[in-house]
């Protein structure tokens, strides 16, 4: 028992009554199928859950089962437990970070390979393809049934962080557990319907700016395309409806770093991405980010073109020790 963080975490989750859920800012298919998947399976152990994210929850995703519960904001009560799912690092949090740290015991469930750890109970395993395979074991533990609502949530994080059970953490263990979700409920052709082909007409145009913006460095090997705040504006659209426009710049022939910038609120909002054996983790943590090695963000508060400028440099940066070094 002592030393298996999810089955510390499973005890603590059973000997509490009032439960707070958080995702991550800026959310994606595993922070909110992780929340709501935990969430559906403590309600029905009696527990009261409250789901809290400090963004709004994509068009695509609106879908998920109990997805018009999420709070903005944390409530004003004490909570027994306060889990956070898929945050690499408190910031994640967003402006929820001191509230969830208040609650006498916190929770982290995550698959990022980050160090900034804040929980009392650190249940983070890097191999997981995404943290919504954590939450089936860990509902598993709980003993609590997987219906298909919940089998629903699951299926969403596994397939968007596999990115449709495409990318390197595709393995055996993703693959039997969605599997399994199917036998449970899920339907993988409804869920890629919502998901994959449910763009807004904003997302659209400003994947059209994206696209039109496109730069090539390094031989073809960096790419970068970028949304300024006009960009955002004429195309009535938020920073949510750029989710999946940087795996557009990845998949340009012989690009081995692909980076997206938007700029929000006079900041640099900055996803990055790469091929093996590029690490993109490593050049988003020198701008106090992180993320997995092949998928990575940060923010930068510099103008746009300066924020690019350094992006570029410690891009070539990182191309150069991924083809240097032998791989880890
Ligand atoms: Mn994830």
Not at 23 to 36: E, I, R, Y
Not at 204 to 218: I, P, V
């Amino acid at each position: 028992m002592i030393g298996d963080p999810l089955e510390m975490a499973a005890e603590a989750l059973h000997s509490a009554a009032k439960v707070l859920l958080a995702c991550h800012v800026n959310p994606d298919g595993d922070t909110m199928g992780s929340a709501l998947a935990l969430g559906l399976a403590l309600h029905s152990a009696g527990k009261e859950v409250t789901l809290v994210c400090a963004d709004e929850v994509p068009l695509p995703y609106r879908f998920m089962p109990g997805s018009d519960s999420f709070l903005r904001a944390v409530p004003e009560e004490a909570f027994d437990v306060a889990v956070a799912l898929d945050c690499d690092g408190e910031r994640r949090l967003g402006s929820l970070a001191p509230a969830v740290r208040r609650a006498p015991c916190v929770i982290e469930i995550d698959h990022h390979t980050g160090t900034d750890r804040f929980g009392d109970i650190v249940a983070v395993d890097s191999t997981a393809a995404a943290t919504a395979v954590l939450v089936y074991e860990l509902i598993r533990l709980l003993a609590q049934p997987i219906t298909a609502d919940i089998a629903t949530n699951l299926f969403v994080g596994i397939m968007t962080d596999t990115g449709s059970f495409r990318f390197a953490n595709t393995r055996a263990r993703s693959l039997r557990i969605a599997a399994e979700l199917v036998d449970c409920g899920a339907d993988p052709y409804q869920i890629a319907d919502h998901v994959y082909e449910t763009r807004s007409r904003g997302a659209t145009l400003l994947l059209g700016q994206a696209l039109n913006s496109l730069r090539l460095y390094q031989e073809g090997q960096i790419a970068t395309a970028r949304l300024t705040a006009e960009d955002f504006e004429s195309a009535g659209a938020s920073d949510a409806d750029t989710e999946g426009i940087v795996n557009h710049v990845r998949a340009i022939a012989g690009v081995q770093i692909a980076l997206l910038l938007r700029e929000i609120n006079g900041k640099v909002r900055v996803s990055l991405r790469s091929r093996e054996p590029v690490d993109v983790a490593e050049i988003a943590r020198e701008f106090g980010g992180g993320g997995h090695r092949v998928a990575a963000g940060c923010t930068i508060p510099l103008p746009i073109a300066q924020a690019e400028e350094r992006l570029l440099d410690a891009a070539r940066r990182g191309l150069q020790r991924a083809h240097s070094s032998p791989r880890p």
